[in-house]
């Protein structure tokens, strides 16, 4: 077999294969920011990857957080406060 025909698969297993991020042990010690405002920064952080992405709804996000849009935006300005997190609205135009 001619190793140029050989092809590097990764198949992840397990609830890792629906996707995963990681936190910053910052992020989790620091005794400003509310359980609330750890729990969005890892939904987002599970979702993100390597780079910029796309992020559900506010209603699908509150959702699965288990929490009301005001207590979500309550501690999302927390992490943007701390400087934890920015958000930017970009059109499909943009992303070109």
Do not use: W
């Not at 993100?48 to 207590?71: M, N, Q, V, W, Y």
């Not at 920015?86 to 943009?94: F, L, N, S, W």
């Amino acid at each position: 077999m001619n190793t140029k025909d050989l092809t590097d698969i990764l198949r992840v297993e397990g609830i890792n294969a629906k996707g995963f991020g990681m936190v910053p042990v910052l992020v989790m010690q620091d005794t400003n920011l509310s359980i609330e405002a750890k729990a969005i920064y890892a939904y987002f952080a599970s979702l993100s990857g390597g780079g910029a992405a796309t992020f559900p709804d506010i209603e699908t996000i509150t959702t699965h957080l288990c929490i009301s849009k005001d207590r979500y935006f309550k501690h999302l300005k927390q992490l943007k406060d701390l400087g934890y997190m920015r958000a930017e609205q970009m059109t499909d135009k943009e992303d070109l």
